[in-house]
C-alpha cells in the first residue's frame, strides 16, 4: 500500500513550476506507468482489492498532519 500511497501522491502533486514542458511530461508519463504496473491484474477480485487499496490511499492523502501518526501506521500495517 505504500507504494500505491507514494505514486498516488506523485500524480496528485504534479506541478508545471518551471516551465520545462518536457521534464513535466517525462514525469507525469513515469508517475502514469508506475500507477498502471500497480493496477494491472486480471481477476475483478483483484481489481476490486486494489480500487479498495486506491480509495484507501486518497483518504489516507486528505488526512490532516495532526492525524499523519495514524497515516504512518496504517501504511505499515
Known amino acids: 500500500m505504500q507504494c500505491l500511497y507514494y505514486s498516488t501522491n506523485g500524480l496528485i502533486s504534479l506541478k508545471n ?6 521534464s513535466f511530461i517525462v514525469e507525469a508519463q513515469s508517475v502514469v506507468e508506475e ?5 494491472e491484474i486480471d481477476s475483478l477480485d483483484e481489481i476490486k482489492k486494489k480500487l ?3 480509495y484507501t490511499v486518497m483518504i489516507l492523502r486528505a488526512m490532516n498532519w495532526d492525524f499523519y501518526h495514524v497515516r504512518d501506521q496504517i501504511l505499515l500495517g
Open 52 to 54: 479498495d487499496k486506491f
Open 17 to 22: 513550476s518551471d516551465n520545462d514542458m518536457i
Open 35 to 39: 500507477l498502471n504496473m500497480l493496477l
